[in-house]
């Protein structure tokens, strides 16, 4: 069974359910000050006081039954505090008083996120207890079984590289450490107490489990410890899995920016939007009234999220009921093919009431920034910038529908057929308006068996008893949307669609250059003109021959030569219907079809052009239908075979656009020079957040922007496949390559305009071929450093590794205090790294990503400095 994907939403749900878990479980349980205040009146009025100043074992990892075997054979012993997480003991042998705290989940890492979040809970309740009794010395009784690592060495390294002895701003330093293995035995266990543990020496002791705690007593040296007050907050394993979870927060906070964006494009690019004046207005005004927001949206923080959700949801819900009652009204059938163009459903353009949860936005802020408060103000969403840049530029030009008229110019270029990759020899075309019966002709001479009579919404049809290439159509939509073609014997057949009522100008426009493409394929053209025979509507008769008489170079060739070429099919034919109309002609027509239509006249009188099909007959037997269709079939394959024998003919065709088209490509020219200073601004934003923020290896950065050096003079085509070079650039960067498409779509339509003198398109590039060249230096300078990790860290523990490029960065002259930072940052993400992998200690593999998240980090701070200094001269 296939796994359901999850949206960004239920992700974000997931995230949420599990801090507040942590959050319910650490304030619910009762350790704390104020609950053990509760507890004191229940325990006999025990006084809390007299743990102050006391010593307390304080065991990691163990269960609290295997706990409970180290000290049974004491005779006073009492249980102050006991649940899943904590248990707290009262332990008195003669005059000597003491206290065993054991933490069960303590040493669990960060895989298992049901034992993590235990874990998270047992951090945060210890915090509150060694702050309470932070004045108690300490000596750790770890569980050495539950630390991982394929040496004594990588097992205790976990202890520094996870920050396990870390609680919030209370941290064990320097301390000595008992192991205790083997816990379950009921009789013996091992022991051994070591002195340091970034030194390997492990001397382990096998005992009773009742001579553990004497042993810990008895040493003559001191090993209790205090806790220590540490400057930066860090709660250890806790610490790395909320900064885990907030990388994937800012994945799916950047995944639900980028859906609105979305949104709100697929909106403005409505097709016939200008038809829609109040969704049009409803949209202006959600557009100006989000960019008066984000005008006071002064940074891209993760802090600002809950803010910025917040106007947006405000927002939707104040534009959504007369946004969402518009669309409704909009015939579903218009939107349709836009719908398949974009991959949506009509769904995804309804306005949701939120697009995130306000209530658990704040949540989750707040837990990552009382937790791991400087990672969380460090941290910025980078799709906040595109949306301020796109939400500015459309409500620049939101009044002019500029998305609108671009995605239906685009409509032209989309829907071109470039025509057969060779030259046919014959090529037969029917012509005629929609659901005139093209595709029932073409059945029928292809098999006149194929042809039936069946009833069809009310009325008696032709329809097909077996399924071919070409539908026939029996509702209010021409099923032909494009020309299709069939070969029968040595001709080939073109259904050509009907260009005319139900499509858009622009589909018509692409219909006509797809014809020429198709024409100019075919050395012999000959074509048939389908006409309903009741229709008295000269424009519909003019509409049927024009398509083709504005592609040819010498029009005479359809007044004076048609026969040579042309016929006539009248269809839906009655008896004597054509005899009346040619008898009775000026009547019919009032002379609409004088000049040059005049030839219209001449086909129809003319016995050898034109061909009659009857319109059904309820009565008819299958026999009847098909001596009917085999009579029609005989006669226009005659016609076709006597006019392909005319080698000397042949059409003559110049492909001419209306004035009306090349008015309208000016007009969207000057919209795409703005939708390209947009798509600049956008490409800036994706390069910058490429570099400063992806973990992409330097060398696939620098090769990278190597590339868009040399490509970007080829301006909008070469950015597109550039954009598509790198897997994570490409996947990042959806938004920026459809806009580049939608522009490179319009202007297809250049080279069908070669003839006309039009303003060419401006792209200035200079800021990011500027940039282009400031990264590829800094890498190069990066990669030449020596971070002095030789083989011989091999028994260095993460911290230490990290501390050995630190200092060897140090030597290069870059600055201690920034290398601090350095240090600081790449030792945490290592370590989620590790924690993630399950790989502690000191394998290969973790110094390899010490020396990448250096060059990493190194390079976001250089580049985050360029990126600075040259916004200060922008606005100086």
Known sequence: MLQQIKDPQQRLNEIFLNLKFIQTQSSTSYIGVSSIKQIKNQLLNYKIEQIQKQKILLFFGFQHEDVDGLYAHF???????????????????????????????????????????????????????????????????????????????????????????????????????????????????????????????????????????????????????????????????????????????????????????????????????????????????????????FLKQSNQSLESIYALFKAINNQNQQHLEQINQYLKQINIKIIESFLQDKRISFENLLIPTLIAKPSEIEFINNMFKKYIPKEFTSTNVNEIKNLILNVKCWNSYSTLMVESIIQNFKQITQHIQEGPENEREVGVFLFGKSRVGKSTLINLLKNPESLTIEKKISELCYVSKDETQFKIEHGCMSETQKISDMQIGDIWFYDCPGFDDNISQQIRIAHRISLYNHLVKTKKVLGFFMIDSSNKDAQIIKDTFDPIYLLLQDKKQLTKENNKWASLVLVKTKQNTRKDYIENWEEAYHGLLEGKYTFYREMYQNNNQCIEFPKPKKNLQSEQILEQNTQIQKKILQIINENKQNQDFQLKLNLQIDSKLFYLYEIVLSMLQIKIEQIVALLKNQIDTYILEDED????????????????????????????????????????????????????????????????????????????????????????????????????????????????????????AAIEVLVSQVARKVAIRAAITGVGGTLTSTLTFIIFYFRQQMLKSRYESYLKEQEQKANN
């Open 75 to 293: 005779q006073d012993k009492n249980a102050i505090v006991q649940d899943e997480y904590i248990k707290i003991v009262k332990l008195k042998k003669e005059s000597k008083v003491s206290y065993l705290i054991n933490t069960p989940y303590s040493l669990e890492g960060i895989q298992d996120i049901q034992l993590c979040l235990k874990q998270c809970v047992t951090r945060i309740i210890l915090n509150k207890i060694l702050l309470q009794f932070k004045d108690c010395s300490y000596h750790i009784i770890v569980n050495f079984e539950k630390l991982q690592g394929n040496t004594q060495q990588e097992q205790l390294n976990q202890i520094t590289d996870y920050g396990l002895f870390n609680y919030g701003e209370l941290e064990f330093k320097n301390v000595q450490v008992s192991l205790i293995l083997n816990i379950k035995n009921n009789q013996e266990i091992s022991y051994a107490l070591v002195k340091d543990i970034k030194k390997c020496v492990v001397y382990i002791q096998h005992i009773l489990k009742q001579q553990a705690l004497r042993l810990i007593f008895s040493k003559n040296q001191d090993i209790f410890y205090k806790i220590q007050n540490v400057q930066e907050l860090y709660y250890g394993p806790m610490s790395l899995f909320l900064s885990e979870k907030m990388e994937n927060y800012v994945v799916q906070i950047t995944t639900i920016l980028r859906s609105y964006q979305d949104q709100l494009l697929y909106l403005q690019q409505i097709p016939n939007l200008q038809d829609e004046q109040d969704l049009n207005n409803c949209l202006i005004s959600l557009i100006e009234k989000l960019n008066n927001i």
């Open 697 to 816: 290896k330097l060398e696939n950065k620098q090769q990278l922007i190597q590339q868009f050096q040399y490509n970007v003079k080829e301006i909008l085509g070469k950015i597109l496949e550039w954009c598509q070079l790198n897997r994570r650039f490409k996947n990042n960067s959806l938004f920026l390559q459809r806009a580049i498409d939608d522009v490179l779509k319009c202007l297809e339509i250049d080279r069908y305009c070669k003839n006309r003198k039009i303003s060419a398109i401006k792209v200035d590039t200079s800021i990011l071929e500027n940039n282009a060249k400031k990264i590829i230096n800094l890498i190069q300078n990066i990669s030449k450093l020596e971070f002095g990790l030789k083989t011989g860290f091999i028994i260095l523990s993460i911290g230490g590794a990290v501390a050995s490029c630190g200092a060897a960065i140090v030597a290069e002259g870059l600055g201690t």
